[in-house]
């Protein structure tokens, strides 16, 4: 008779030398594994070890150049550009760029403080406050279309709903600095149905007097 299904497949060989040879091969599999995978996990425990190391640095190194700033010591600025070039992509690198952008916009250098913003790779939870930042400085510099951009983009960024109504609302000013009523009228009209934001009611007295007919002469 013939035979089928697991009787069919040939007798699997008991040799005492070729079942060494097979657990050596895997131990050897099994020991080159686990070497690599320790590597692996000591490695990113050593890297987030350094990482937080880093950032405990850059945030030390962010509040010494704030302190300055706060007393306005005529050297907070170039300490905050110190902090955010040698810190860049920690926290505490990208608040000391963030402050030392407006320093430049404060001085009037605004596109010597956009490059500094520009400059800002990994902004992380900090990336609605970069744009909004870049927003401002365009306005300092009356271009409002530019600011109006990147008050939406703030927005787009941003997490908290209070937040996103702000900049929304700070977008809709931009345009209408810009001439550009009708859009600026539809932001503040879906801002004034939001009756739960605290923008609300702004929205409504601006919906008001920008679609108010003008007065006859």
Known sequence: MTKTGGAARPP??????????????????????????????????????????????????FYDAMSLASQRDPKAPEELSKVATR????????????????????EGKFDDGQKVLDGISSPGVFAPGV?????????GQGQ??????????????????????????????????????????KIWSELAEKTDSPMSSEGRIRVGELTAAPAKP
């Open 144 to 185: 409002f279309d530019k600011a109006a951009e990147h008050y939406l983009a703030a927005v787009a960024k941003a997490r908290l709903d209070g937040e996103k109504d702000f900049l929304k609302g700070e977008a809709a000013r931009a345009l209408a600095a810009a001439g550009k009523k009708v859009e600026a009228a």
């Open 12 to 61: 699997i060989s008991a040799d005492p030398d070729s079942l060494l040879d097979t657990f050596q091969l895997y131990s050897k599999q099994l020991t080159i594994g686990a070497i690599a995978i320790a590597a692996i996990v000591g490695g990113a425990f050593l890297w987030q070890a350094n990482t937080a190391r880093k950032n405990t640095q850059a945030e030390k190194a």
């Open 87 to 106: 810190y860049r992509g920690t926290p505490g690198g990208v608040q000391a760029a963030l402050l030392y952008a407006q320093a430049k916009f404060d």
């Open 131 to 139: 744009e909004a930042l870049k927003a401002a400085g365009y306005e």
